[in-house]
């Protein structure tokens, strides 16, 4: 089930928005879903925080008390990993979206066909993120755990640390080097190693103010002095093919 919460202040262009995303619904008969009206960004927050997030966000920019720049950093702030997508009447605030990682950015009156073809690319995004996982060897099993949500994980005695968006996750004594476990990891271009032992998921670094990376739930974790220049050079560009692609 696809969860889409819909934010705009003008009750006329909420309606036209929600429209066509029921539009959009109906056309894809595969794809199930369900949309949410707000009329500020205060009450998408709230809604958010209490039923854990959305899967996409369609956002106006230009509201009252709290924008949809605003919304879109403190939704990242609560961990949300939703994809974002922003329709404005403005072109001023592009170079802003990409600091919350939208998305796609589309300029009012919106094309239907534009829009769908946006959607189609965040719902293909979110089901390639949602397949991607790891299994963690754990005491009392197996575990899966969805690249997502893992913000870093660390080499602690002789077990990885993983921590995630909801939880803390040791695994089983590793008898291979930290980097050979990591490499599952590893192997997805949003993880970088960090000195012999620590890996970060760029997905849920907001910012890198020299030896410190900035995490999307208010976390800061020092990076290896070593580590630190090539982490931050890496992270922006990983950002910045992220948004070449869209």
């Known amino acids: 089930m696809l969860r889409i919460a819909i934010c705009d202040d003008e009750e006329k262009h909420l309606e036209q928005t929600a429209a066509l995303l029921r539009t959009y619904l109906q056309s894809r ?60 009447s403005s072109n001023d605030y592009a170079a802003d979206s990409y600091d919350v990682r939208a998305f796609f950015y589309l300029l009012k009156p919106v094309e239907e066909r534009k829009l769908f073809q ?31 949500r893992i913000r870093y994980v660390e080499r602690v005695g002789r077990c990885m640390r993983y921590y995630c968006t909801d939880d803390t996750i040791d695994s089983q004594t590793i008898r291979v080097s930290f980097r050979e476990a990591a490499a599952p990891l590893l192997a997805d271009r949003r993880f970088f190693q960090c000195g012999a032992s620590f890996v970060l998921n760029f997905q849920h670094v907001t910012g890198v103010n020299g030896q410190t990376a900035l995490l999307d739930n208010g976390r800061a974790v020092t990076l290896p002095r070593t580590a630190a220049t090539d982490f931050k050079k890496a992270w922006g560009n990983y950002w910045l093919t992220e948004t070449n692609e869209l």
């Open 29 to 88: 008969p595969g794809l199930h879903g369900q949309a949410e009206t707000f009329r500020s960004g205060g009450a998408l927050l709230a809604r958010a925080e209490g039923a854990g997030g959305f899967d996409l966000y369609v956002l106006d920019i230009l509201m009252p008390e709290l924008s949809g720049i605003d919304t879109g950093r403190r939704l990242r702030a609560l961990g949300a990993g939703g994809e974002i997508v922003y329709l404005t």
């Open 118 to 148: 946006v959607l189609d690319g965040a719902v293909a995004k979110l089901n390639r993120r949602r397949s991607n996982a790891v299994v963690v060897a754990m005491a009392d099993g197996p575990r899966r755990i969805l690249l997502e």
